[in-house]
């Protein structure tokens, strides 16, 4: 069983920064970012494998976001930059025990309860 945990959302204004954590459990061999904004679907943002070779971000958040690990501690970062109005909504962490990189959210197996991000205009 894996778990994973986010932490690190909260307020900031249009422009500005956070990172984001997501501690996990276990070996993921692969873990995602996903988020949802009220009335809205989740929608994916970013992935990464295990040894870090292979990274993916949807067209809205690339050149903004990156995505890191730490293996040895177990965290999955997510650091966004220049932050919009329209990036406000509860971002997830996922994970899947395989080697595929996937990009949608039925094909991850665990999640994190989510932590809020509300960038203000």
């Known amino acids: 069983q894996v778990q994973l945990a986010e932490s690190g959302g909260g307020l900031v204004q249009a422009g500005g920064s956070l990172r984001l954590s997501c501690t996990t459990s276990g070996r993921t061999y692969a873990v995602g970012w996903f988020r949802q904004a009220p009335g809205k679907e989740r929608e994916f943002v970013a992935t990464?494998?295990?040894?870090?070779?292979?990274?993916y971000y949807a067209d809205s958040v690339k050149g903004r976001f990156t995505i890191s690990r730490d293996n040895a501690k177990n965290t999955v970062y997510l650091q966004m930059n220049s932050l919009k109005p329209e990036d406000t909504a509860v971002y997830y962490c996922?994970?899947?025990?395989?080697?595929?990189?996937?990009?949608?959210?039925?094909?991850?197996?665990?999640w994190g309860q989510g932590t809020q991000v509300t960038v203000s205009s």
């Open positions: 990464i494998n295990w040894s870090e070779t292979r990274t």
């Open positions: 996922a994970a899947v025990e395989g080697w595929t990189l996937p990009r949608t959210e039925k094909e991850y197996d665990y």
